[in-house]
């Protein structure tokens, strides 16, 4: 899987190596992958996020796996149908959000994994639960918050399984 190239996009207070990020980036050299984390610090218009990840992921060659966290899942889904994507997963997405439902971005066809908390007060999971029903894409609720933070190893475990189902396909 040298060809394929795994990049990550925080969320909206988030940084580029945080402890998720660096932790799912040692499971993914593990497989193979380049790994690239684009940063969004002090750039608060999503607009201006999705053209700064496709602008990365257009200088990448082969296919991609697209991985976000809340605002950062809803820029790399909304990327996802511009660039050559492998597939998703995605924590706590912020899809279906009051006022911005119509912006919510339709998968491209590609594996999914959706990651969300039972207790997440930012993202209702309902929303990934709509989204996962609506797109058949794979879902995994666990006892949460937003941040997922106290889950990491968890967070691990799937996104593993999820690459090692990708590269079954290869």
Request: proline share 5%.
């Given at each position: 899987?040298?060809d394929s190239h795994?990049?990550?996009?925080h969320?909206?207070?988030?940084e580029p190596?945080g ?5 799912m980036?040692?499971v993914?050299?593990?497989h193979?992958l ?10 608060a ?12 992921c257009?200088?990448l060659?082969?296919?991609l796996i697209?991985?976000?966290?809340s605002?950062?899942?809803h820029v790399?889904t ?19 959000m ?8 339709t998968?491209p ?9 039972w ?5 209702p999971?309902?929303?990934s639960?709509?989204?996962a029903?609506?797109?058949?894409c794979?879902?995994?609720i666990?006892?949460s ?6 889950n990491?190893?968890?967070?691990c ?10 590269l079954?396909?290869?």
């Open positions: 899987m040298s795994i990049v990550f996009s969320g909206q207070d988030g190596w402890t998720k990020i660096v932790a980036a040692e993914a050299k593990r193979g380049t790994v690239e984390s684009v940063d969004y610090r002090n750039m218009d999503p607009a201006a996020r999705v053209e700064k990840l496709l602008g990365v257009k200088k060659p082969g296919q697209l991985v976000g966290s605002l950062g899942a790399c909304t990327v996802s149908t511009q660039v050559m994507t492998r597939g998703l997963f995605l924590l706590a997405p912020a899809f279906f009051p006022g911005y439902e119509r912006y919510t971005p998968p066809a590609c594996p999914v994994d959706i990651v969300h908390g207790n997440d007060d930012i993202v999971v309902d929303n639960i709509r989204y029903r609506q797109y058949k794979a879902l995994h666990l006892d918050d937003h941040r997922l933070s106290a990491i190893d968890d967070i475990a799937l996104l593993d399984r999820f690459l090692e189902s990708l079954a396909r290869a």
